[in-house]
């Protein structure tokens, strides 16, 4: 079946640090890739997305690369801020899967000054 | 912005009570759904609708039901709780393309009902 696997946290980072999540996948068809975020006490919100091989997502700073080789989807920032502190949440969907998303198990990362 | 919300936001309750968390969402999106996330913050889709009159189980077994009567809401109901259903259960929507372009993949989510039954 179709999973995601994320590093493990909490990632706990000084400001202006680079970041990188990392994420792997299967999948039994050609996925789409997702990064969600969640905000402490409130729900999830879309990060970016790329949907096909070699793709760039890219939205607040933040960058993922599609290797469909590695099958991989890792999340990088240059310079983190406090306001990055969430969890996030690397997730594919499969056409013709019904829009239905498989999540990893969610990255814990705090920043601080 | 997302225009999808859940009540109520927070709930304690003694077991055996029937409870029903609300979600609703103004976009007119097709699909919604019904994810589960335990406290190591892991999400499990326990329902899913294409559209009124359609649920589906989801990957994670579930004690709740639910219903879409109408488009914009999808209640979930517990009969009877009990502490293992202590958790924060989110709602969210999408639209639902066919064809080649489909699984745009973006949810809209709700904020949350974290819902704890002593």
């Known amino acids: 079946g179709d999973s995601v696997t994320q590093m493990e946290g909490p990632v706990t980072l000084s400001e202006e640090a680079f970041l990188t999540i990392n994420c792997t996948y299967t999948?039994?068809?050609?996925?789409?890739l997702f990064w969600y975020v969640q905000y402490p006490g409130e729900g999830l919100q879309l990060l970016l997305k790329?949907?096909?091989?070699?793709d760039k997502g890219s939205n607040k700073g933040f960058e993922a690369t599609y290797r469909k080789e590695t099958t991989s989807f890792h999340l990088e920032k240059g310079s983190v801020q406090v306001s990055d502190s969430a969890v996030y949440f690397c997730?594919?969907?499969?056409?013709?899967?019904?829009?239905?998303?498989?999540f990893g198990t969610g990255t814990q990362l705090k920043v601080e000054l | 912005e997302a225009d999808i919300y859940q009540t109520p936001r927070y709930l304690v309750i003694g077991t055996g009570k029937k409870i029903t968390l609300e979600c609703s969402q103004t976009?007119?999106?097709?699909?919604m759904y019904w994810y589960q996330q335990d406290p190591g913050m892991e999400l499990h889709l326990i329902h899913y609708?294409?559209?009124?009159?359609?649920?589906e189980k989801g990957d994670l077994s579930s004690e709740s039901t639910v219903s879409r009567i109408r488009t914009e809401h999808f209640p979930l109901t517990l009969e009877s709780a009990r502490p293992s259903h202590t958790s924060q259960y989110l709602c969210?929507?999408?639209?639902?393309?066919?064809?080649?372009?489909?699984?745009?993949?973006?949810?809209?989510f709700g904020e949350g009902s974290r819902l704890t039954v002593l």
């Open positions: 969210a929507s999408s639209e639902f393309r066919t064809g080649r372009e489909a699984n745009t993949g973006e949810l809209f």
């Open positions: 999948a039994t068809g050609y996925p789409s």
């Open positions: 790329a949907t096909k091989a070699d």
């Open positions: 997730a594919l969907s499969v056409r013709g899967g019904g829009n239905k998303l498989t």
């Open positions: 976009m007119g999106h097709d699909k």
């Open positions: 609708s294409y559209g009124v009159n359609s649920t």
